[in-house]
Antibody, heavy 112, light 111 residues
Framework: EVQVVESGGGLVQPGGSLRLSCVVSGFSISSSWMKWVRQAPGKGLEWVAGIKQDGSEKSYVDSVKGRFTISRDNANNSLYLQMSSLRADDTAVYYC?????WGQGTLVTVSS | DIVMTQTPLSLSVTPGQAASISCRSSQSLLYSDGKTYLYWNLQKPGQSPQLLIYEVSNRFSGVPDRFSGSGSGTNFTLKISRVEAEDVGVYYCMQSRQRPSFGQGTKLEIK
């Protein structure tokens, strides 16, 4: 069974930074594009960032370009999202996902 | 960027009846490799999303056969042949032909 577990969320002040981590078990992430998707309270799903199998390609939604960085460690079956210059509208549950399986999400709250 | 538009945005269905959700993309989702990168996900209340259908019509592992996907190019449909109580939630179509994007979601409730 594939399991995806995110961590690293929490309360952070506007302008602050946070690093999200995601560990996958039961599946080798080296074979899959990986992505981060977020869901603001009461809203729909928004793709945030994606990274190719070997890390050679990365893409971001326009609203986080220059502020967020996606990375991966295939040897440790892990995905990361470094978030900086956080704003109130970044408040959301952040999901890590393989091509087929989603984690349970980690809540990021940006507030003073 | 590709815009995904779902209709309807909400659906109320009697158990045992059929349901259908439409998803349209602003550009063709057919890629040069011959695959069409259209997915359907379901987010049940209080849960994270789960994959139902990938590449238009392929049911993911463990998904009941009452769920089916069809379509091509820019027009796609998710059908539930006989709705059950456990099918409640919000259904999202998603494309990954380019930078991924989701439809607004369709909330299904039971009458």
């Amino acid at each position: 069974e594939v399991q995806v577990v995110e961590s690293g969320g929490g309360l952070v002040q506007p302008g602050g930074s946070l690093r999200l981590s995601c560990v996958v078990s039961g599946f080798s992430i080296s074979s899959s594009w990986m992505k981060w998707v977020r869901q603001a309270p009461g809203k729909g799903l928004e793709w945030v960032a994606g990274i190719k199998q070997d890390g050679s390609e990365k893409s971001y939604v326009d609203s986080v370009k220059g502020r967020f960085t996606i990375s991966r460690d295939n040897a440790n079956n892990s995905l990361y999202l470094q978030m900086s210059s956080l704003r109130a509208d970044d408040t959301a549950v952040y999901y890590c996902a393989t091509w087929s399986t989603w984690g349970q999400g980690t809540l990021v709250t940006v507030s003073s | 960027d590709i815009v995904m538009t779902q209709t309807p945005l909400s659906l109320s269905v009697t158990p045992g009846q059929a349901a259908s959700i439409s998803c349209r993309s602003s550009q063709s989702l057919l890629y040069s490799d011959g695959k069409t990168y259209l997915y359907w996900n379901l987010q049940k209340p209080g849960q994270s999303p789960q994959l139902l259908i990938y590449e238009v019509s392929n049911r993911f592992s463990g998904v009941p056969d009452r769920f089916s996907g069809s379509g091509s190019g820019t027009n796609f449909t998710l059908k539930i042949s006989r709705v059950e109580a456990e099918d409640v939630g919000v259904y999202y179509c998603m494309q990954s032909r380019q930078r991924p994007s989701f439809g607004q979601g369709t909330k299904l409730e039971i009458k």
